[in-house]
């Protein structure tokens, strides 16, 4: 993962730098922003991959702070982090121009894991590619078609959707709640760990007798697919 | 004096004040017009019989001159009927006539005056007449009247029988003003008494309805079906914050004991990782119960979790059976369903899959456990209901315990051994309710049955003084 510019706009003094020493042990640089006009300031000008905007700050908050910059232009990928955890609030965030929102308390791993996936589609636009590879694992997104080496695995379609998800984010780990969300397209907590199930299902597809697994289970974050060999 | 300001100020002293100009100026058009016709009518008449006489006088001049009139006068004069002549030279001088003077006798020839006479013999007491001045050839001056007393009286009886009734419409409106404006005062001073000690924290007290079923006891009992509504709210809501409290307590004791443990002296950093890993787990579980109870808790207060839109219900129940058939599957238990296609309804996506899911995870958890266990989702239109329904061949819920086990919290004795928080059929049937249906446990002989029983359309708004349901 390449090194990220994020800028953290939270009033709160402990959170924030938490957030910031969390983020730099990353090998990412971080910038705190303690009020709302600060960080709309410090956005515009400054040239940072990412934004974790928290929804209530002094002076701005962080929803006006989203929609101003999107007026003026400012399209870096952004994160809202919110107390405010009802479904129409989580609606209000995406938009107001934010990419991704989070209700607090969150784990850091579910929180680095979403900010590495919104910096990814800024940094690499591997969204418009039509063939994914990783190994000898091949995702051919127009046809449909799943090989592993020369032989063709069947998916049902959301397996297919779910392996397609997991290999456009390769050598990122991908939450089980980014999953649902993303795969499902549903925010509710399933209570039993649905998405393990459907998880091993497609590993015993495309990881059967490999003595190096590509979809490892990140522990206490999620799941990653990456060529091991590497 | 206060007390007397306060009623000048009410409305039903106004109201009365209003009404009592308002009579009284109709009063006096009334009773005036009619006064003011009566004596037109009589003025009337008499200028047509003073204007037969002069011209008949005029005639008799003309046949015989002043002796003529002289005696026709004279032998008027005689007969009763309160008619007056007076003729005079144009110097003004008494010739003939029963009346001693007039001051219309120099007045303008030709005028119906309104004037006076006097008496012959009686020279201080004006009478009151109508006259008209006719000058004869030969310049003498005939005046021919008509006696108007009777009049005059008839007109004082209409005058004083105007200021009586007035007099006596004032009387009456003012008393009756006040009356109404004093009990309506004391209703309403009962009323914001009553209110005040609710105030105060009376909370039980209801605001007085007389009975009279009049507009003041309208607003009393809508006032009182208010003050049960928001009665009602607050019980659920100290209710619910009581069970927060009560139920987060046992998870936060054990969170804190691990956290303890991992900080007491003599442990190895592998058991301290082990014990923080074991904290982070368990606040987990707390976000999670905490959320539910949130939602639970907006549910009962009857607020929209999130804006309702049409969804499709068929389309839901098919994702979470897709999302759950894995879960079965893996459990050797199958998960099977029938759906009606086309199955749309006004309500919010998230919480039904929620709810649905919850659900779901319950019959896989509870109804078919161990191997060949099956668990029926169905979902169809019933009237303006949705249904959906998930079916398990489990032990099922006996009759006396359904109620109990779509509370907060409640685990059956059959469940207590298996993981789970208690919260999950609570939160269904409170998005079930929040779209204004219901979440009902039946027997699916054997096993258990769960109906959910939605609306299509949600009513705006619920009617006042209904129960929540």
Redesign the interface.
Known sequence: MTTMRILIIEDDKEAGAYLLKAFREQGHSADLAPDGLEGYARAREGAYDILIVDRMLPKLDGLSLISSLREQKVETPTLILSALGQVDDRVKGLRAGGDDYLVKPYAFTELLARVEALARRRLGPRGEETLYRVGDLELDRLSHNVTVGDKEVVLQPREFRLLEYLMKHAGQVVTRTMLLENVWDYHFDPQTNVIDVHISRLRSKIDKGRATPLLHTIRGAGYMIRDGAR | MTALARLFRTTAFKLSAAYFLLFSVGAVLALGGVGGRVEAVLDDQIGQNIDAEIHRLEELYGEGGLGQIFLSVQRRVRSPGGSIFLVTTYAGQNIVGNIASSPAISAEEGVLLETTYRLPGDNDRDHPALARLTYLPGGFRLLVGHDVADHRVLRQILHRGLGASLFWLALIGTLGGLLVAHRMLERVDDLSASARRIMAGRLDERLPVSGAGDELDRLAENLNAMLARIGQLMRGLSEVSDNIAHDLRTPLTRLRNRAEAATRDGATPEEQRAAL?AV?ED??DL??IF??L?MIA?AEAGQA???MSTVEVDEIVA?IV???E??A??QGARLTSSIEPGLEMSG????L??AL??VV?NA??YGAAGSDGEVGVAARRNGDRLEISVADRGPGVPPEDRERALERFVRLDSSRSLP?SGL?LALAAAIARLHQGSLRLEDNAPGLRVVFSLPVTRTPVAAPGSDRT
């Open positions: 890993g982070i606040s987990e976000i999670r959320n539910a949130l907006r979790g999130g804006a994702d897709e999302l759950y894995a879960v599957e893996e919010n996506r998230e919480l899959a929620q899911g919850n995870d896989l958890k789970g999950g």
